[in-house]
């Protein structure tokens, strides 16, 4: 089956770049069972370039087809000419703040982009991935982790609009997953496990909220999940169809993080002890001390029990995958 990543020069994107790369890619995706196109709309930065070269194991696809998903004929026209089975859509407007003051692009981005790649998916019997987030939630005062029926209450334009670009695909109904997922970091872009490390390394103290909680999320983690979920799919197409059936029945939404629950204080805390950087004062501090144009989620922690129980996966501690990320980027 061929396989289009969007969004490829982000920091999913990349993780999804080093693991089709990988020997562990599930068995029908080895061998010419998939062909792989990493699509963005820029060029990778040689930073990212980099550090795909230093973390891949054997050759890496480094290569970016232009393809900007906010326009429903390019779309249509590179998943025709490449025949394209399976969509990863990895690309959005992630600028959490900026949103506020930006909402067209926003949801041009975050919603009208996903419905056509929805559309497009549903003329050629394909399947979308798509990745929304646990921003969906935290309107509502949760103190449970929250589970994938439950309504959404976004608190912001990017949740607002994440939300919308589910409901689209739903509402075209093609054959799609929505994986909502949380808190993502890598070794690649900006991300908060890269300021941290880099603001624990300089600064003698540092305040951090603690009165937001969550789950941290290593993108290659989610990323490996993703490449598992596909590798399900491509084995169960077959057999339906020789059954009559064409719908995959895992279809659907479903929470992804890694497995734990913290604060951005007790994430900055864990970064600071693993990555050695002690001699920085870490003290926790309300959101209110930090003027920001959006209020984030006091609480948004994600439920996974559907897709640990429906994908057999196993998914890591928090900890242990960030201890992973921290050495890939100090090895550096
Ligand atoms: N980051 C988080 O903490 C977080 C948390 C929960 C969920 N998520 C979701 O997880 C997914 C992946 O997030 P990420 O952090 O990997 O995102 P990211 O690093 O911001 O990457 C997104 C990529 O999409 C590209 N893009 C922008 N506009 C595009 C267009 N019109 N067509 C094609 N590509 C376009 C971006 O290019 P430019 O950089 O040039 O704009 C960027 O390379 C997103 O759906 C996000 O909403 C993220």
């Given amino acids: 089956m061929n396989i289009l990543v969007t969004g490829a020069n982000g920091q999913l994107g990349n993780e999804l770049r080093l693991l089709a790369a990988a020997s562990t890619l599930p068995v029908c995706l ?19 370039l980099s550090t795909l070269r230093r973390l891949a194991t054997s050759v890496v696809d480094t290569s970016t087809c232009h393809l900007d998903i906010t326009d429903l004929e390019a779309v249509r026209a590179f998943v025709q000419k490449e025949k394209i089975d399976i969509i990863i859509n990895c690309a959005a407007y992630t600028n959490v703040d900026a949103a506020e003051g930006d909402s067209e692009r926003a949801e041009l981005l975050n919603a009208k982009a996903p419905a056509n790649l929805a559309l497009v998916m549903k003329e050629v019997g394909g399947l979308l991935v798509h990745i929304s987030t646990d921003y969906v939630f935290g ?8 589970r994938e029926e439950q309504t959404g209450t976004p608190t912001g334009v990017y ?3 994440k939300l919308h670009g589910e409901q689209a695909i739903q509402n075209i109904g093609c054959q799609y997953i929505i994986l909502r997922t949380a808190w993502l970091y890598s070794e690649f872009g900006r991300n908060f496990l890269r300021t941290m490390l880099a ?26 999940a993703i490449l598992a ?41 864990v970064i600071a002890q693993q990555s050695g ?3 920085c004062d870490i003290q926790p ?37 960030l201890y992973h990320c921290i050495a890939n980027i100090l090895r550096h």
């Fill in 30 to 48: 080895q061998n010419g069972g998939s062909r792989f196109f990493f699509a963005d709309v820029t060029e990778a930065s040689e930073e990212s």
């Fill in 139 to 146: 309107g509502d005062p949760y103190n449970t982790p929250c």
């Fill in 159 to 161: 949740g607002l609009t």
């Fill in 199 to 224: 603001l624990t390394a300089s600064k003698p103290s540092l305040s951090v909220v603690f009165d937001q909680t969550g789950t941290p999320t290593y993108a290659r983690d989610l990323a490996s």
């Fill in 229 to 269: 979920i596909i590798a399900d799919y491509m084995n169960t197409v077959p057999s339906m169809s020789s059954k009559g059936s064409s719908e995959w029945p895992y279809g659907g939404i479903y929470h992804y993080s890694n497995e734990g629950v913290c604060s951005w204080y007790d994430f900055t805390k």
């Fill in 277 to 279: 950087h002690l001699s």
């Fill in 285 to 321: 501090c309300h959101s209110d001390e930090f003027p920001s144009p959006v209020k984030r989620p006091a609480y948004s922690v994600l439920d996974k029990t559907k897709i640990k129980q429906t994908f057999h996966l196993s998914i890591p501690y928090w900890t242990d995958s």
